[in-house]
């Protein structure tokens, strides 16, 4: 992919978190709760996933925002709920890493 001036560049952001081991239903449950309100508000601008890795205990999310500037997600209350939550059930910091995207097919 050649990038110019022109191009709208997504700002992309890895954050990967280790959650205490019973701690990884509620925020299953929390996480589904919020995608559903985000899936229902359709915020503009957003592209946003949750995995959780092999180990059972770590998710990655990817989130992509055309302007970081205007993040959208602070103004759904189900977001804002899942982030005042997330300390509590966190086993060590999550870290969050920006990503470059390369290329990408209909996920950036």
């Known amino acids: 992919m050649t990038r110019n001036e022109s191009e709208n560049v997504m700002n992309v952001m890895m954050i990967r978190a280790k959650v205490k081991a019973e701690s990884v239903s509620d925020v299953e449950a929390a996480a589904e709760k919020m995608f559903g309100a985000i ?27 055309d302007d970081p500037a205007d993040n959208p997600l602070p103004a759904i209350p189900e977001f804002r709920e899942f982030q005042e939550h997330l300390p509590g059930w966190l086993a060590e910091p999550p870290t969050v890493e920006p990503l470059t ?8």
Request: proline residues 3%; glycine residues 8%; hydrophobic residues 50%.
């Open 39 to 65: 899936n229902a508000v359709q915020p503009k601008g957003v592209k946003y996933a949750s995995t959780l890795l092999s180990d059972g205990v770590s998710f990655v999310a990817l989130l992509a925002l």
């Open 101 to 108: 995207v390369i290329g990408s097919y209909e996920l950036f």
